[in-house]
């Protein structure tokens, strides 16, 4: 008597910490870049420093249009509550007992996984793809750092299961770093998708004006809470969004905060607006800026280093402009920051608030200059990178970008730009000595 086993089910798990990232799925399974499965899994998760002082992804307004998507939601936080998402990874001897309980927990069974993961270098995806080790891997990016190189070096057993690297086209004709050590193969979510998704979340149209310009629309970040700025050079950095805005001839400004920014900063805001004749009024609700941009129809998009400003001009057709970015090169540290790339994008293609009329570095150029900044930030892990590199430091363009690049670090990797180093070891080491001895009597003085 011939038994013939049962098919295995399928079932796809993806994981999203923000709404802006849930649209990017949703617009990828939209536009079909995930296969069929037999059930499909929203895994959510609140990553603040604070998880209970914060709105849930599936509570935000909006989420409830994207919620039809998925069988059913979960929770991470309540998964493994007390412990925080981003500080907690299971001890190596637990692992064999949560990957049952896990599996038992979300009646699993044995499934055949997917997982559709974001910031897999990090907990609390890294976290996941650790827990269900038999699932295949596909990375899902939610913003520009997808263009620069993987952060950390990943445990090949996380890493050689990463198949495709999902993102949006923020610059066209750029390829992303990220995850290509392991062959991820990148692949665009369509952006017309995105875009629908966008609507879908959107409120009514606004009327607009008799002339029918929009408002100027400025984008907050909160810097200081990454300690790129301090809170007082990231007020004055908002100041000058409102004065460049004004001087372009906008009188209607918009200011989205970033939702944990201090309120005393929007209301400095609105007092600069009215002192120079301007009407500035403060966006709060939690929605997407691209929301903003279907509903208000700015007329121009100003902020430091946001994504926003690529989906603005990339999706919308808007003008936008930067404010403080390249200062920020200097303040990131160490070199391998990942906020160096997607600051790097900005400072090389978006215009200057206050001095608009500078070119963008052609698409040829800003492919070396990111090979460059991206082998200089990860020599290790994109040791590939280094010809492209050189090419970029010794070409005519080089001077116009050398500001993204240290002294000392062209120097530690032997790259065109650094000080000359002595080949013989021992001389190599009296150089460091006198290294040492010059900073510690600056250091003295």
């Not at 121009?300 to 200062?327: H, M």
Request: glycine letters at 8%; charged letters at 25%.
């Amino acid at each position: 008597m011939n038994r013939t086993t049962p098919a295995r089910r399928t079932t796809q798990i993806f994981y999203a910490s923000t709404l802006y990232g849930a649209a990017t799925l949703a617009a990828a399974l939209d536009s079909g870049c995930f296969g069929p499965a037999d059930r499909r899994l929203l895994l959510v998760s609140t990553n603040a420093a604070v998880p209970e002082t914060t709105t849930p992804l599936d509570r935000m307004p909006g989420f409830e249009k994207l919620r039809g998507r998925f069988d059913e939601v979960l929770d991470w936080n309540a998964t493994i509550e007390p412990l925080h998402p981003g500080g907690w990874t299971p001890r190596a001897d637990d692992l064999p007992m949560l990957q049952r309980h896990l599996r038992r927990l979300w009646r699993l069974g044995d499934d055949r996984i997917e997982l559709a993961l974001e910031s897999v270098q990090v907990a609390p995806a890294l976290t996941i793809a650790q827990l269900l080790p038999d699932a295949s891997i596909d990375v899902y990016a939610d913003g520009l750092m997808s263009y620069g190189p993987t952060r950390n070096k990943i445990d090949p057993l996380v890493g050689e299961r990463v198949r495709r690297l999902l993102h949006l086209d923020l610059v066209p004709g750029l390829e992303p770093l990220l995850l290509a050590e392991f062959g991820a193969v990148a692949e665009t979510v369509p952006t017309e998708a995105f875009t629908k998704v966008v609507e879908e979340l959107s409120g009514p149209l606004a009327t607009g004006p008799a002339d029918g310009e929009g408002p100027a629309l400025l984008l907050g970040q909160y810097l200081a809470a990454l300690s790129l700025l301090t809170p007082e050079e990231e007020g004055e950095l908002h100041l000058k969004m409102v004065r460049g805005a004004v001087a372009r001839g906008h009188r209607r400004l918009v200011f989205k905060p970033h939702p944990t920014a201090p309120d005393a900063w929007s209301q400095a805001l609105v007092r600069e607006a009215a002192a120079l004749g301007a009407e500035l009024t403060v966006e709060d609700r939690p929605v997407l800026a691209e929301v903003l941009y279907r509903e208000l129809r700015p007329a121009l998009v100003v902020g430091c280093f946001s994504t926003a400003l690529f989906t603005a001009s990339a999706f919308y057709g808007i003008e936008t402009a930067k404010v403080g970015t390249r200062p920020l090169l200097t303040r990131l540290t160490p070199y391998q920051n990942s906020n160096r790339v997607p600051v790097a994008l900005v400072d090389a293609l978006v215009p200057d608030l206050e001095e608009p009329t500078g070119k963008a570095l052609p698409l040829q150029e800003l492919r070396g200059l990111v090979a460059a900044v991206g082998f200089a930030m990860q020599p290790k892990i994109r040791p590939d990178l280094r010809e492209p590199a050189v090419r970029h430091l010794s070409g005519p363009l080089a001077a116009g970008t050398r500001h993204h690049f240290t002294r000392r670090r062209l120097t530690s990797l032997g790259l065109p730009g650094g000080l000359p180093v002595p080949r013989h070891p021992r001389l190599r080491r009296l150089a460091r000595r006198a290294l040492k001895l010059k900073r510690r009597a600056l250091g003295g003085r």
